[in-house]
């Protein structure tokens, strides 16, 4: 049988095994618990999900050094630091109290350098520095680019270059009047559908199916200033039919 020190008794592993919130604690107690109660069989491996090998070590590791050689030692196994020290820091965090040496507002970057002069080194990462002004409490705010709306811009554009082609216009011919006319056309028609046809093995597909579509094109001018609108019908846009388009309401002009 295992022999287990007497770091702590039975009661108190068990409710260091039930209390424990990191999951690698609360198992390696559970297992130091059930040998102690000489209940650790074939069921108690089970249910831990450990080797043989591995619970004769964490038997060891308990047996010298007590309940702090249980749970993820992972955690711990880090260097000590380096750059980041607490006298550093504290030395940071009154420096941040002023404005960097270039009168902006301070950066990772400028952080970094600081910290090198301080320390008498060549240089210091920037990444150094970011974490150095997040352990001060130093939150980035990046300021939010004011970007024009497209639509907005847009439409800026096009009352401009209506504007210059009216006044080119109106210079060509100054005693005829320019009217301007907004247009959208929208289409509709039949597509056709695909779907699978079965068939037998070694031929092919029995079923004959049209694959042409046919569009019809609804296109509608409108005035911006009388808020007229004429809507026509037709199988295509081309530039004869827009040419057309042009004539008749130059036509409905003379007629007024």
Same mark, same amino acid.
């Given at each position: ?123 210091? $990462? #920037? ?5 150095? @002004? !997040?352990?001060?409490?130093? /939150?980035?705010?990046? &300021?939010?680019?004011?970007? +024009? ?32 006319? $907004? #247009? ?5 028609? @039949? !597509?056709?559908?695909?779907? /699978?046809?079965?068939? &037998?093995?070694?031929?092919? +597909? ?51």
């Amino acid at each position: 049988m295992a022999t287990v020190a007497g770091h702590l008794s039975i009661a108190a592993l068990e409710e260091r095994y039930e209390s424990s919130v990191d999951v690698t604690s609360s198992r390696h107690f559970q297992t130091i618990w059930l040998l102690a109660k000489r209940a650790f069989d074939r069921r108690g491996a089970a249910m831990t999900s450990f080797g043989q090998r591995w619970i004769e070590q964490l038997l060891e590791r308990y047996n010298a050094q007590g309940p702090g050689a249980l749970g993820d030692l992972r955690r711990a196994n880090g260097a000590a630091a380096t750059i980041l020290k607490p006298q550093l820091l504290e030395r940071l965090h009154v420096r941040l109290r002023a404005p960097p040496p270039d009168g902006g507002l301070w950066t990772s970057r400028k952080a970094a350098s600081w910290m090198a002069s301080e320390l008498g080194l060549a240089k210091v $990462a #920037t990444q150094r520095g970011w974490e150095a @002004l !997040k352990a001060c409490g130093c /939150r980035s705010k990046s &300021r939010a680019r004011r970007t +024009p709306n497209r639509r907005r811009l847009r439409k800026r554009q096009l009352s401009k270059k209506t504007h210059r082609n009216r006044c080119g216009r109106g210079g060509q011919t100054p005693e005829k009047p320019v009217e301007v006319f $907004a #247009t959208d056309e929208h289409r509709l028609g @039949l !597509k056709p559908v695909t779907r /699978r046809v079965w068939r &037998r093995s070694a031929s092919g +597909p029995s079923l004959m199916a049209i694959t042409a579509t046919k569009w019809l094109y609804v296109t509608a001018f409108v005035s911006p200033t009388t808020g007229e609108v004429f809507w026509y019908v037709h199988d295509g846009v081309s530039k004869p039919f827009f040419r057309g388009v042009a004539c008749t309401l130059r036509q409905r002009d003379r007629s007024r």
